[in-house]
């Protein structure tokens, strides 16, 4: 079955589906600039010799300013990014109800940008700033602005400890709202999408299996393999920003 057959057959499940919900991994944000942290091209990871040293909540406790260092390359290509065709094709399906819900891996805010409304972030998102000590929250752009500007790290107005962007780091569990949405989502669609994701970072992982084992069709975009393609309806190998707006059109 060529390219083409398989986009029809993915359009053919989305038409008849009833509750279509769609899971995105880092692979929906490259082609907006914002590369994947396992791709060693870019560059952005260099900084941190080992990632999961610098971007868990012990060490940001310990070394806090450390964090921001290695924060600060990524957040510029992240505030400067733009929705690309992929988002915009989600937000798309949604707007004309055949998409109910976008479970998403990144913390960019992307899907939002793009329009999309339904949108649950389980690594949580740039959005707010956090205080680790007295769990104070607060908007992030201000405070995130002011460190890009003139490397001031944010602090709480109300303890004055440095506060972290409301992101999950490693060893964090992942926030419960989002994560019960994103289950009731996967429980109850009878068609899923996965679209850039390599599949290998659990409990996000997980997800399509809890899909399949309550009968949805699968339909995986992505560029490399996943242990779910011999389980799914439909594989597109490909571009994203490419592949799934043929997806959406009318």
């Avoid at 109910?100 to 389980?122: C, F, K, M, P």
């Avoid at 740039?126 to 908007?139: A, I, K």
Wanted: contains cysteine; glycine residues 6%; proline residues 7%.
């Amino acid at each position: 079955m060529g390219n083409e057959a398989h986009i029809d057959r993915a359009i053919e499940l989305l038409r008849q589906a009833r509750h279509v919900v769609a899971l995105t991994g880092a692979g929906i944000s490259t082609p907006s600039g914002i590369p994947d942290y396992r791709s060693p091209k870019s560059g952005l990871w260099e900084k941190a010799a080992d990632m999961v040293e610098v971007a868990t909540l012990a060490a940001f406790r310990r070394q806090p300013l450390a964090f921001y260092d290695w924060l600060r390359p990524l957040l510029h290509v992240i505030r400067e990014a733009q929705p690309n065709p992929a988002h915009l094709a989600l937000a798309q399906l949604e707007a004309v109800g055949r998409l109910q819900a976008i479970i998403t891996q990144n913390i960019d805010l992307l899907h939002s940008r793009a329009g999309s409304h339904q949108v649950y972030e389980i690594h949580g998102h740039l959005r707010e700033v956090v205080c680790p000590t007295c769990h104070n929250v607060v908007p992030a752009e201000p405070l995130l602005d002011a460190f890009m500007a003139a490397g001031k790290v944010p602090h709480c107005p109300r303890c004055r400890h440095i506060m972290k962007p409301s992101v999950v780091l490693f060893g964090e569990l992942l926030p419960w709202r989002a994560m019960k949405a994103a289950q009731h989502h996967c429980a109850t669609a009878d068609v899923m999408i996965v679209v850039g994701s390599s599949l290998q970072v659990a409990p996000a992982a997980d997800l399509p299996e809890m899909a399949l084992a309550n009968g949805a069709r699968l339909i995986i975009i992505n560029y490399n393999e996943t242990h779910l393609d011999d389980q799914a309806d439909v594989v597109l190998r490909g571009d994203v920003a490419e592949v799934l707006p043929q997806l959406a059109d009318p």
